[in-house]
């Protein structure tokens, strides 16, 4: 399974962006990239996946890089409910959900 | 529509005890998995059913087991608790349809004591 990194922690300003890198050096070819939060004491939300090109919805927007090996997760306009952990995941063959630790985004007023 | 439920809410359970916990999916999907998440670190993959069949497991002990039934609803049993069995235990499901996309709800937070 390729694994995934991701920085522990990251601050960001209500209603700036917020950027969460992601690293998957070790993904294939017909792996795709999901991100997933989890809220305190929730259960995890899906929030976007890509294989190559950079995706977009209502939620946020999917930077994958050319060759693959990392990606960025963008919330446009981070509010206070953007508080959470978030989860970068490559997906394995059967489709079970790899988590790693996460990237624990505290959005700041 | 509903989104995925599970229950109990809560539980405590003492060492050695046997416990049952339920998800009922979102109506219309077919494939369940079952997650553990401990608490500081991220879930950890358990099983996945579709179609009343295992269609995966992660490194658990034999001590858990799960099984899908008619309606697509889920029961995961875990047999002899150890006090490291407590964590949340969360249960996602997807339409086939979609891919990985899973939809997860709210778990069932399990103490053992």
């Known amino acids: 399974d390729a694994k995934t990194t991701q920085p522990t922690s990251m601050d960001c300003a209500e209603g700036r962006a917020a950027n969460l890198p992601c690293n998957h050096s070790?993904?294939?070819?017909?792996?795709?990239v999901y991100w997933y939060r989890q809220i305190h004491s929730q259960g995890p939300q899906y929030i976007i996946h890509?294989?190559?090109n950079n995706e977009t919805n209502e939620m946020a927007s999917l930077i994958i890089t050319e060759d693959r090996k990392s990606s960025t997760l963008i919330l446009p306009h981070a509010t206070l409910r953007d508080t959470a952990v978030y989860y970068c995941?490559?997906?394995?063959?059967?489709?079970?959900?790899?988590f790693g630790q996460g990237t624990e985004l505290s959005v700041k007023p | 529509d509903a989104g995925v439920t599970q229950s109990p809410t809560h539980l405590i359970k003492t060492r050695g005890q046997h416990v049952t916990l339920r998800c009922s999916p979102i109506?219309?999907?077919?494939?369940v998995s079952w997650y553990q998440q401990v608490l500081g670190q991220g879930p950890q993959f358990i099983f996945q059913?579709?179609?009343?069949?295992?269609?995966g497991r992660g490194n658990f002990p034999d001590r858990f087991s799960a099984r899908q039934f008619p309606n697509y609803s889920s029961e995961l049993n875990v047999n002899a608790l150890l006090l490291g069995d407590s964590a949340l235990y969360l249960c996602?499901?997807?339409?086939?349809?979609?891919?990985?996309?899973?939809?997860f709800g709210p778990g069932t937070r399990l103490t053992v004591t």
């Open positions: 996602a499901s997807r339409s086939i349809g979609l891919l990985y996309e899973q939809y």
């Open positions: 070790t993904i294939s070819g017909n792996e795709y």
């Open positions: 890509g294989l190559k």
């Open positions: 995941i490559v997906v394995s063959q059967g489709g079970k959900l790899i």
């Open positions: 109506s219309g999907h077919k494939s």
């Open positions: 059913y579709y179609e009343k069949e295992e269609r």
